[in-house]
């Protein structure tokens, strides 16, 4: 299992859920390691969703639907992720 970490009022679980099977880019990460380590994701891979803050607790289960693609949100080159669905 990988561990995806959200703040609830950035990106909550409900918000995830609420996706459904389309799922989400995870993005917006700016940490060479958390990079790294979604480069190494495979489709399938599952992981912990993981509110940080006051809550600090796997709150649900994600699936990787997509591996490793630039982000959308920057225009720099070396950010990628990976899109996620949740599963439970």
């Not at 009022?9 to 859920?17: A, F, L, R």
């Not at 390691?33 to 993981?50: C, I, P, S, T």
Request: proline fraction near 2%; aromatic fraction near 14%; include cysteine.
């Amino acid at each position: 299992y990988w561990l995806f970490k959200s703040e609830p009022s950035t990106w909550s679980w409900d918000d995830q859920v609420a996706k459904g099977d389309a799922g989400e880019e995870w993005d917006g990460v700016r940490n060479y390691q958390a990079r790294n380590f979604m480069r190494e994701m495979k489709l399938g891979d599952q992981g912990f969703f993981y509110h940080s803050q006051k809550e600090k607790s796997v709150v649900g289960i994600v699936e990787v639907i997509s591996e490793a693609h630039p982000d959308s949100t920057t225009d720099d080159d070396r950010w990628e992720c990976v899109d996620i669905k949740a599963i439970g």
